[in-house]
């Protein structure tokens, strides 16, 4: 039993926890609003919507994002299709078996055409009356054959996210952060995948940042109430932008 005096160490405070809410298009958009409703009802903000903006977008669609910025909703860019039709070499076609199908666009480019892709998203919210975004999220956090020094010289995010953690483009800072995910469409990546979230919430207990990816059918897949737990869990909630600001993330 310590004494009176003894002293004691303090515990590690909470991470800030980065809620976003992936995969966000025309055709998600009914499902995205009921997941944006059960993230309130859990008192969850702020949330940044990953848009993926080459997809076929109407005025309506354009509209409700809007509205959606209105409420507060932060946008960042999430690729340009969010889809490959045609995949690279040996990596990209591992990858996509493994991990990512074939979401993982930037794979099947070369810095040139990952530079282009990332000049044409950004172009695409200023077009339809948005800020541009300050967070751009490669599909399945893959940026492909790009180095941090094109990033930060040619490429016009402020931050991109990869599956590591994120790169501060202004400064070169590389901040690791654990990441949790739910997206268990299957049985066979129900196991997997709470294996990853377990060793990340024990990562969480000495990290400074978490992240917590959500995709548009995680609360309907097995893991909903691993999701739901985790955002009771981890409750100190800030935007990508408090990683540069707050210097416990730093």
Same mark, same amino acid.
Request: hydrophobic share 45%; proline share 6%; glycine share 6%.
């Given at each position: ?32 609003? *009921?997941?944006? !409703? %059960?993230?309130? =009802? /859990?008192?969850? +903000?702020?949330?940044?919507? @990953?848009?993926?903006?080459? $997809?076929? #977008? ?9 509205a959606l910025v209105q409420r ?28 990512? *199908?074939?979401? !993982? %666009?930037?794979? =099947? /480019?070369?810095? +040139?055409?990952?530079?282009? @892709?990332?000049?044409?998203? $950004?172009? #695409? ?63 066979? $990546?129900?196991p997997p995948l709470r294996l ?55």
């Open positions: 039993m310590p004494t009176p005096d003894a002293q004691t160490t303090p515990p590690a405070p909470e991470p800030l926890s980065l809620v976003s809410v992936h995969d966000v298009m025309p055709e998600t958009l009914n499902v995205v609003e *009921r997941v944006l !409703a %059960e993230l309130a =009802a /859990l008192q969850v +903000e702020p949330v940044t919507l @990953l848009v993926v903006p080459g $997809r076929d #977008w109407s005025a309506a669609d354009i509209e409700r994002l809007h507060g909703y932060r946008l960042a860019a999430h690729g340009w299709l969010h889809h490959c039709d045609r995949l690279g070499g040996l990596y990209h076609r591992l990858h996509a078996r493994l991990l990512s *199908r074939r979401v !993982a %666009e930037h794979l =099947a /480019l070369d810095t +040139e055409g990952i530079l282009e @892709l990332l000049h044409r998203s $950004r172009h #695409w919210f200023v077009a339809q009356g948005f800020a541009a975004p300050t967070l751009y999220v490669p599909p399945a956090w893959a940026m492909g054959a790009i180095t941090r020094t094109h990033l930060r010289a040619a490429a016009p995010f402020a931050q991109y996210e990869v599956f590591g953690g994120i790169y501060v483009a202004k400064t070169g800072q590389f901040i690791s952060t654990p990441m949790l995910g739910y997206e268990a469409d299957s049985a066979a $990546r129900v990853w979230n377990a060793f990340n919430r024990w990562r969480a207990q000495r990290a400074k940042v978490l992240r917590i990816g959500i995709h548009p059918y995680d609360f309907d897949y097995a893991l909903a109430q691993d999701l739901r737990a985790d955002l009771s869990r981890f409750r100190r909630f800030r935007e990508y932008a408090a990683v540069e600001d707050d210097k416990s993330a730093s």
